[in-house]
């Protein structure tokens, strides 16, 4: 049996590149992200519903989503790029455009106290907790 050669493969939904490092596959899961949030676009857009159900459709479809590499080692630039995909929820979800509103202002409109990377830090000092045990 000849196995050959590949760059990259896909093993459990995560694809593995030849120098070894993650990047390919968090950028393919913020991409999942991103794409999860094109499709619930109307429902974000819908102003008959509740920031309550907006922010509980967030942490049940995107959040899952983005944050499935919660326990691999993330770069500054992956972080920023998980932000940005969250905030383009919120700008959806407040029905506000990136012209003359800040960030901090949108997450204050959608009544939103700490952000994904917030999320992403706790889920990882759980994650090592356990390990230590």
């Not at 899952?64 to 932000?83: A, D, G, M």
Request: glycine share 4%; with cysteine.
């Amino acid at each position: 049996i000849t196995i050959k050669h590949c760059c990259d493969y896909k093993y459990l939904g995560i694809t593995i590149s030849q120098d070894e490092t993650l990047e390919k596959a968090i950028r393919e899961i913020n991409t999942s992200g991103r794409k999860a949030i094109i499709m619930l676009n109307n429902i974000l857009w819908d102003q008959s519903i509740s920031k309550r159900n907006k922010n509980r459709i967030y942490e049940t479809i995107v959040k899952s989503i983005t944050l499935y590499c919660k326990v691999w080692p993330l770069k500054e630039r992956t972080l920023t790029t998980l932000k940005a995909t969250e905030i383009i929820l919120w700008r959806i979800a407040a029905r506000r455009s990136r012209r003359g509103i800040t960030n901090e202002r949108i997450r204050e409109i959608m009544g939103i106290k700490r952000t994904i990377t917030d999320d992403l830090t706790t889920k990882q000092l759980i994650w090592f907790g356990n390990i230590q045990r």
